[in-house]
């Protein structure tokens, strides 16, 4: 299997930036990790190992981006206004210097948002908020409400609002969006949400299914038995659904 190491300075960032890339052929695949993960944790859990025959069939290629969460949404040291700013650069060095070099390396036309946990939050929120750049989402056991508080798992923002936020907030954004256009885009995505039935996110997936149905974009969403929030389970649900 083709493996390529990629490192650049990102001047959006003001840091160097780290990525992997898998594969070398088929639908571009956009990879997030998890909140404390790096660009090399969807290899370290056996991930990428999970889809190993479609990635050597040239079926897919990966490209397994690294986390700043620590520097925005888990960066409490910093104001919740810096935190939701920081996570904006980090979606514009997306935008503006990973996809760029998606389609420089593979001309193939599907793009995949994809990730599990905290990286589902950014598929989704991304591929909500970009759907002319992608063909599918697919996000395992994510959050798509950081203001909301549930288990061990609270307020990102510590009770701080404003329309950063709210604009980067797929349970809060979608239900108030009319654009046709965009509505038109998000219709045409093909949409992959998997949740455990005992993870403590359950309600909100079901909550964000029940709001992309009243606006007519059709999806599917898959519970799993139990919490289902682990490499174990992400490792079955990949071959299935990416």
């Known amino acids: 299997m083709k493996r390529e190491y990629h490192r650049w300075y990102s001047h959006r960032l003001g840091r160097d930036m780290e990525l992997l890339v898998f594969g070398h052929a088929g639908a571009k695949v956009l990879v997030f990790p998890t909140r404390d993960g790096r660009f090399h944790e969807y290899e370290d859990i056996g991930l990428v190992g999970s889809l190993a025959h479609k990635l050597e069939a040239g079926q897919l290629q990966l490209f397994c981006v690294d986390s700043l969460d620590h520097e925005s949404f888990y960066c409490f040291w910093r104001h919740p206004a810096d935190r939701i700013r920081r996570h904006m650069q980090f979606e514009d060095y997306i935008l503006n210097e990973v996809l760029p070099l998606m389609a420089a390396l593979n001309s193939h036309p599907c793009t995949i948002a994809h990730g599990v946990s905290l990286g589902a939050f950014h598929a989704v929120n991304l591929a909500f908020r970009h759907p002319h750049l992608f ?41 108030n969006l009319e654009c046709p256009q965009r509505l038109g885009q998000l219709r045409n995505l093909d949409i992959v949400l998997t949740i455990g039935e005992h993870d403590p996110f359950l309600d909100n997936n079901q909550g964000l299914s029940h709001t992309l149905w009243l606006k007519g974009i059709s999806h599917r969403l898959h519970i799993w038995h139990g919490r289902a929030h682990r490499g174990s389970a992400w490792r079955k649900m990949a071959p299935l659904y990416v």
């Open 135 to 175: 063909r599918k989402v697919c996000a395992f056991s994510g959050r798509y409400d950081l203001t909301m508080a549930v288990e061990c798992f609270g307020n990102q923002f510590d009770g701080y609002y404003d329309e950063n936020i709210y604009f980067h907030t797929p349970s809060h954004f979608l239900p």
